[in-house]
């Protein structure tokens, strides 16, 4: 079974350049989240989707993020226009049960390294 | 915040050697969970701990709960090189948050041969 994967792997921008990441969930996984790691700091939480409904998006740092899962299958997070402080490691992640039903696991995708100059 | 604070943030050790990494809650954790990144690559799922006291073992690891489910470790006993990687506690928020984990700070592990 394929795992939770995501494109680019590292993408070089300029500061106000425009960058979608892309991510494919696992198969049947309905939930779908964005999580970030900036240098140095903890992974955050950004949201999380619920099959195509945003059921959480507290912590999307602000309206330059803008995350889409059309269809209820991949998920794009687009920046724009992308400043210096959004370089860092954006995973995403994706599970197919809540709670006690199952063992809490989310499945992280290898993450997508972006750099803004 | 409800932050989850982790300790050490370093630590080397030889291999054979035992190590432990504790995560701290000012509040009550419904869970918590565990995760191991290699160096490179991305947080792979370890274990979730729910009850008060819980004590579970993987082979060489031992998650532990505490009673007032305010504080949890992992300790991993004879250490290989293979345990290189950052450890990290997590909380998951729970009920319609779930899966919204909120990260320690992360427990970067080196054991030299």
């Known amino acids: 079974e394929a795992g939770v994967t995501q494109f680019p792997s590292h993408s070089v921008i300029e500061k106000g350049q425009t960058v979608t990441l892309r991510c494919d969930p696992i198969?049947?996984?309905?939930?779908l989240y964005w999580y970030r790691r900036v240098m140095g700091k903890e992974i955050k939480f950004l949201l999380h989707?619920?099959?195509?409904?945003?059921?959480?998006e507290s912590g999307m740092p602000n309206n330059r993020f803008l995350a889409e899962r059309t269809g209820g299958t991949y998920s794009t997070l687009k920046v724009q226009p992308a400043e210096l402080e959004d370089s860092g490691v954006y995973f995403c992640a994706s599970s197919q049960v809540f709670g006690a039903a199952g063992t809490g696991e989310l499945f992280f995708g290898e993450g997508s390294r972006l750099t803004v100059l | 915040g409800q932050q989850v604070m982790q300790i050490p943030q370093y630590q080397h050790v030889q291999e054979g050697e035992d190590f432990t990494t504790y995560c701290n809650s000012s509040t009550t954790l419904s869970n918590i969970q565990w995760y191991k990144q290699r160096p490179g690559g991305h947080p792979v799922f370890l274990i979730q701990l729910v009850k008060s006291g819980e004590v579970k073992k993987q082979k060489r690891l031992t998650f532990q709960f505490g009673e007032a489910k305010k504080n949890s470790s992992l300790h991993i006993t004879a250490t290989q090189t293979t345990d290189v990687g950052t450890y990290f506690c997590a909380r998951n928020a729970g009920g319609t948050s779930y899966g919204k984990l909120t990260f320690g700070q992360g427990t970067i592990l080196t054991v030299h041969p």
């Open positions: 198969s049947g996984h309905d939930n």
């Open positions: 989707f619920v099959k195509e409904s945003k059921q959480d």
